[in-house]
Nanobody, 126 residues
Framework: QVQLVESGGGSVQPGGSLRLSCTASRSTPENYFMAWFRQAPGKPREGIAGVSRDGSTTPYADSVKGRFTVSRDNAKNTLYLQMNSLKSEDTAMYYC???????????????????WGQGTQVTVSS
């Protein structure tokens, strides 16, 4: 089973940008629909962006549409999330996840995703 490791989180001021990466440990990420989720303190985990196996379909949650861009490079076993125009409400732990099903609209059911990374913290604050 694929294993996922996120990186790229950090602290940034409002209006700034960050790029998250999620690297898969095995060479078959193309078998999975991939997605980014986030969880703020005291709130449920929510799916915010997904990408189909071939990268052609990229659904987004309304909260990030137009600001975030999800992409994948199957040759590098890596999923990305480019986050621009960050807001304080984007502060959360960000997780990547993989599903053998899909594609899904955002937000999807968490139970549709069987593989999760450990998360990377994003803090947006002045």
């Amino acid at each position: 089973q694929v294993q996922l490791v996120e990186s790229g989180g950090g602290s940034v001021q409002p209006g700034g940008s960050l790029r998250l990466s999620c690297t898969a440990s095995r060479s078959t990420p193309e078998n999975y629909f991939m997605a980014w989720f986030r969880q703020a303190p005291g709130k449920p985990r929510e799916g915010i962006a997904g990408v189909s196996r071939d990268g052609s379909t990229t659904p987004y949650a309304d909260s990030v549409k137009g600001r975030f861009t999800v992409s994948r490079d199957n040759a590098k076993n890596t999923l990305y999330l480019q986050m621009n125009s960050l807001k304080s409400e984007d502060t959360a732990m960000y997780y990547c996840a993989a599903s053998r099903g899909g594609p899904y609209f955002m937000p999807p059911r968490l139970t549709d995703f069987g593989v999760w990374g450990q998360g990377t913290q994003v803090t947006v604050s002045s």
